[in-house]
């Protein structure tokens, strides 16, 4: 069966560090990735997703960044991190030959920026 | 762009009472619709789907939704609550041929024994 990891579960850095938050998806190849922030009464704002190896789209513009240098690895990243960056981060997969499957999430990522 | 709207931020209601949480989108073509659930300290759970045909769908946990294309709607209801069901409610919405999913801002339930 297909799982999903996340990690660190929780994070807190100072204003200006770097972050690397890692996602990896496991049985299931080629799948699509997602990276969500999720805010309290906001929902889910999608930040970026992959369909490939090294094929990145960005909904909205950040201070991050992600990249996916494996088929079933997908990184969120950030030079110099903000306080507006802190939040809960969700990463999610998807069969990659669906049009019409459903995501499946990860346990998420609590960042404190401070 | 899509976007997901939800009626209700917090709904308290007592056990056995019946539930209704309002879920419209914005997106004139070929949707995907979807209730996520997220329970206490728990991930987010796909609660039910809908792709095609009959717009009556039921998911797990004696919950069912109904599309209304002409209402751009997708309504969550269970005739039923128990207190288990205290758990935050997304509805999101996914264009047929794209990879985006758009989420609505989430309906707390509060369920009081």
């Known amino acids: 069966s297909q799982t999903i990891h996340q990690w660190p579960a929780t994070l807190v850095q100072p204003v200006g560090s770097p972050l690397s938050l890692e996602c990896t998806v496991e049985g299931t190849s080629n799948p699509n990735l997602y990276w969500y922030r999720q805010a309290a009464g906001r929902g889910l704002q999608l930040l970026f997703y992959s369909v490939g190896i090294g094929q990145i789209s960005s909904e909205v513009p950040q201070n991050l960044s992600a990249s996916r240098p494996q088929d079933r690895q997908f990184i969120l990243s950030s030079k110099k991190l903000l306080l507006s960056d802190s939040g809960f981060y969700l990463c999610a997969w998807r069969g990659g030959t669906s049009n019409t499957g459903e995501l499946f999430f990860g346990e998420g990522s609590r960042l404190t920026v401070l | 762009a899509q976007s997901v709207s939800q009626h209700n931020h917090h709904v308290i209601l007592s056990e056995a009472a019946s539930l209704e949480l309002g879920c419209n989108y914005s997106?004139?073509?070929?949707?995907?619709l979807f209730w996520y659930v997220q329970y206490p300290g728990q991930h987010l759970q796909l609660l039910l789907k809908?792709?095609?045909?009959?717009?009556l769908v039921k998911g797990i946990k004696g919950f069912e939704a109904e599309f209304i294309k002409s209402k751009f709607s997708f309504n969550l209801r269970k005739p039923s609550v128990q207190w288990s069901d205290t758990a935050e409610y997304f509805c999101?919405?996914?264009?047929?041929?794209?990879?985006?999913?758009?989420f609505g801002p989430g309906t707390r339930l509060s369920v009081l024994p």
């Open positions: 809908y792709f095609s045909g009959d717009p």
């Open positions: 997106y004139g073509g070929t949707v995907n």
């Open positions: 999101a919405v996914n264009d047929n041929y794209g990879q985006n999913f758009v």
